[in-house]
Antibody, heavy 117, light 111 residues
């Protein structure tokens, strides 16, 4: 079965860089049938889409985060990654990775990232 | 600043019907598929409706989806206490530089 698991960076310092990895099992990340995305949810708030990438190279970003976000795929490890720089307290959230077949269908369990000194 | 607007909360007694609306525009709901997610406290969102009105395997037929113009709706008939959760709609927006948007979220309370 399809499973996704986010890495656990825990605490990130203000102005620092968040690096997250999503390990995928049960499906090849190089499949042309799917996209791979990141979504976050600040504590007590709603869902916010961050970015989505297709194995073939197409990448889509949230316009409000685009200048700070990079998303990439590592087919050798069947993983994809998120980098978000210039972190502030407003970036504190649970970060989810997800497979997308048009919309996100399979999600990781999420990892809480706290921005604090 | 979500582009998809949902009512903050809806409630109903067990066995009754609840309907959650999702209001968008021609660039998102009007031109793309809508999906719906159920999020129980402390868990990841779960896809319960895709391509406007299709249920993934394992989702009971008490859940139904519809779309008309730039709006969509999720209906739960015969609501149960286990359906108490936050529900979100979602859709792609734009064509030249697409981005994905989620609704503002609706808390369903079973009285």
């Amino acid at each position: 079965q399809v499973q996704l698991q986010e890495s656990d960076p825990g605490l990130v310092k203000p102005s620092g860089t968040l690096s997250l990895t999503c390990s995928v099992s049960g499906v090849s990340i190089s499949s042309t049938a799917y996209y791979w995305g990141w979504i976050r949810q600040p504590p007590g708030k709603g869902l916010e889409w961050i970015a989505t990438m297709y194995y073939g190279g197409k990448t889509y970003y949230n316009p409000s985060l685009k200048s700070r976000v990079t998303i990439s795929i590592d087919t050798s490890k069947n993983q994809f990654s998120l980098t978000l720089n210039s972190m502030t307290a407003a970036d504190t959230a649970v970060y989810y990775c997800a497979r997308q077949d048009d919309s996100p269908d399979y999600w990781g369990q999420g990892t809480l990232v706290t921005v604090s000194s | 600043q979500s582009l998809l607007t949902q009512p903050p909360s809806v409630s109903a007694a067990p066995g009754q019907k609840v309907t959650i609306s999702c209001s968008g525009s021609s660039s998102n709901i009007g031109d793309n598929y809508v999906c719906w997610y159920q999020q129980l406290p402390g868990t990841a969102p779960k896809l319960i409706m895709y391509e406007n009105d299709k249920r993934p395997s394992g989702i009971p037929d008490r859940f139904s989806g519809s779309k008309s113009g730039s709006s969509a709706a999720l209906a739960i008939t015969g609501v149960q206490t286990g359906d108490e959760a936050e529900y979100y709609c979602g859709a792609w927006d734009g064509s030249l530089s697409p981005f994905y948007v989620f609704g503002t979220g609706t808390k369903v309370t079973v009285l």
